[in-house]
């Protein structure tokens, strides 16, 4: 692929040497930053050669030509004009869901154990789910302790699922201890919405 | 002439072997979630007819046809999905679930790309680029499209 592009690179500049500087502009191909759900920071950097162009706006776009990056300003009506089939078979956003359990046991509380049927209703509905179920424990104990409480969580979860009709072979478990506590707190601090696992769905 | 040719042999049953192994142990970085249309991947010299629930891997060349149009999820969440005509290749994706630390490169030689950045980029921007016939794109978050054809006259 890269020798492709390469070989189209040294195509254009033979081309330009032939026919002199001024027919050198080609362009092949657009980029256009778009709106971030998040309102998070999003930005695309386009680089070529010792050339770098900031993208950081929505909707602030560049044509790729061969003498640089021109900036310009698109339009969500351009992008759907343009990008209407690739933005189309954009899979689904992958999803997390959070299930709580009760101190020092893999039994989901009562709540969770009724979002579980939820979760399986909505996995039921992906084409090819993949499932990745993540344990973890508030900082109550050792680690040696933790990292098995937070595995049988999550094989307890995966369980869960499979008993209400996802393939097993589409889920894996992991338990991360407690390592990643949704809520900061102090070694041996008993916090409840530590005590979770975490679905992703893709 | 006898020689060379059993050396000729020997060097293809090797080549063979190493992609044949490297076929087998080559992690699955990703899978196609939507396809529409005539898409094929094509890996190790084989094309392959790619359907949803596929796994896609490094080195592997996605193309769709006319009114065709792929989806694929990667490992790290981030999200690809190309527009018919369209050849992208997944050039490089190296990716620790732990430490969402990583290294995602794929080009687009031709058609339209939609893209939502994962893990990789969010930990370590611009770990994610796309390579287009004349730029690279660095990808420090979240969403964007691009697309690329055969050079034409740019307007003035």
């Known amino acids: 692929m890269l020798r492709l592009l390469r070989r189209i690179e040294r195509a254009l500049v033979a081309a330009c040497v032939a026919g002199g500087l001024a027919a050198c502009a080609t362009q092949s191909g657009t980029v256009v930053l778009l709106p971030e759900q998040g309102g998070r920071d999003t930005a695309v950097t386009v680089r070529q050669g010792d ?56 039994t989901l509380t009562d709540e969770s154990r009724r979002m579980l049927d939820t979760v399986a209703a909505e996995i039921a509905r992906h084409p090819v789910p993949d499932i990745v179920v993540v344990g973890h424990t508030d900082r109550v104990g050792s680690d ?59 | 002439m006898g020689t060379s040719a059993q050396l000729r042999r020997r060097i293809a049953a090797a080549l063979f072997a190493a992609a044949f192994a490297s076929l087998a142990t080559a992690a699955d970085i990703g899978q196609i979630k939507v396809a529409k249309g005539p898409v094929t991947i094509e890996r190790g010299g084989q094309t392959l007819p790619a359907a949803v629930g596929m796994r896609v891997q490094t080195a592997d060349v996605v193309t769709t046809g006319a009114d065709a149009s792929v989806g694929i999820t990667m490992g790290d969440n981030s999200l690809l999905s190309a527009g018919p005509n369209s050849t992208l290749s997944l050039d490089r994706y190296e990716f620790d679930a732990t430490t969402s630390r990583g290294r995602f490169d794929a080009s687009l030689s031709t058609g339209s790309l939609a893209v939502v950045s994962g893990r990789i980029a969010k930990q370590s921007p611009e770990a994610m680029t796309v390579r287009t016939p004349f730029a690279i794109l660095g990808v420090r978050g979240t969403e964007f499209v691009v697309s690329a054809h055969a050079p034409t006259a740019a307007p003035n």
Do not use: C, H
């Open chain 1, 51 to 106: 050339r770098t162009l900031v993208l950081d706006q929505p909707y602030a776009a560049a044509d790729l030509t061969s003498t640089g990056p021109q900036p310009r300003a698109s339009s969500a009506a351009e992008v759907d004009r343009r990008f209407a089939a690739a933005l189309a078979a954009q899979p689904a956003r992958p999803r997390v869901y959070t299930l709580y359990f009760v101190e020092q046991t893999d």
């Open chain 1, 144 to 202: 040696v302790v933790n990292d098995a409480l937070a595995r049988k969580r999550a094989e307890t979860v995966r369980t869960g699922l499979t008993q209400r009709g996802i393939a097993a072979e589409n889920i894996v478990a992991v338990g991360r201890g407690k390592r990643e506590p949704i809520v900061p707190t102090a070694d041996g601090v008993a916090e409840p919405l530590n005590r979770r696992v975490e679905i992703v769905v893709r």
